[in-house]
């Protein structure tokens, strides 16, 4: 074959298979959905059971991308406030919610869906024998909690005051699962945590019930709502009509809420 036939015979070859490239759109295969993407701000004590809606709500729903954005909720709140980028807010107490509605930034009236309470994380077996507040106070037990800012350091407060005690924790931490984390590495005795981040923990650590945990202001709910002025506003009331239906329903209750 001479030079000249096989350039003839490559520009044939070229121009069927960009012609086969140029069908390829309205043949039998059809293109993926445009990707969508939707920024969650929420509670830090939402790890687990968001994860696992995450999941679910994207395989429903292809080309959806849910970004989570984890954190202690007065301070998801104040990002909100100052215009961080957010398309939905889901805070683990009403005050916090409170914060971003009272500046404009929540669309509507937010959803209070579900709630938790407090329990005394400590090491398996309880070898400090723990069983309630009071055994916290003296230099014999260690304890973490949380910032008084943050949800479950306000609930904290409230328990302590019902049980007329005063705590000294060696750290205030900004968000529940910061708690958690000092008690699973050892680092200190005892954390007040909430019932789902001993729940999540899988055995690493104990949950101890005290009759405090229902008082007054200890117990905290769950609120979610959309940011005001989402460039996504009907993708954020998919994932809020989603968290609050049947299959969040499912999924808090499996992670040990209490559903509103």
Same mark, same amino acid.
């Given at each position: ?34 990707? #969508? ?42 990002? &909100? ?23 404009? #930034? &929540? ?14 994380? +400590? ?6 024998? &723990? ?29 302590? #005051? ?16 910061? +708690?958690?984390? #000092? ?78």
């Amino acid at each position: 074959m001479t030079r000249a036939r096989r350039r003839v015979l490559a520009g044939l070859v070229a121009a069927v298979a960009l012609g086969v490239a140029a069908c390829g759109g309205s043949g039998g295969e059809q293109q993926a959905p445009p990707s #969508r993407t939707l920024t969650v701000s929420a509670a830090a004590s939402l790890t687990d059971v968001y994860g696992r809606l995450k999941t679910q709500f994207e395989q429903a729903d292809p080309g959806t991308e849910i970004r989570l954005n984890f954190g202690g909720s007065d301070t998801l709140a104040q990002q &909100i406030v100052q215009g961080a980028p957010a398309d939905v807010l889901a805070t683990a107490s009403t005050k916090t919610m409170q914060t971003a509605q009272q500046a404009g #930034r &929540i669309q509507g009236q937010p959803v209070t869906y579900a709630a938790n309470q407090l329990q005394i994380a +400590v090491r398996p077996g309880n070898p400090k024998q &723990i069983t309630g507040l009071p055994s916290l106070v003296g230099p014999q037990v260690t304890e973490s909690v949380c910032a008084p800012a943050v949800p479950c350091g306000a609930a904290t407060e409230a328990a302590e #005051r019902a049980a007329g005690v005063t705590l000294d924790p060696v750290s205030e931490e900004q968000d529940v699962r910061s +708690v958690l984390q #000092r008690v699973t590495t050892g680092n200190v005795d005892a954390g007040l945590v909430y019932v789902t981040d001993v729940r999540s923990a899988d055995g690493q650590v104990q949950g101890i019930d005290f009759p405090q945990a229902t008082a007054q202001g200890a117990a905290q709910s769950y609120l979610i709502g959309a940011v005001t002025g989402s460039q996504n506003a009907d993708l954020a009331d998919s994932w809020i009509r989603f968290v609050t239906g049947p299959q969040g329903d499912v999924a808090l209750t499996q992670a040990g809420f209490q559903l509103k």
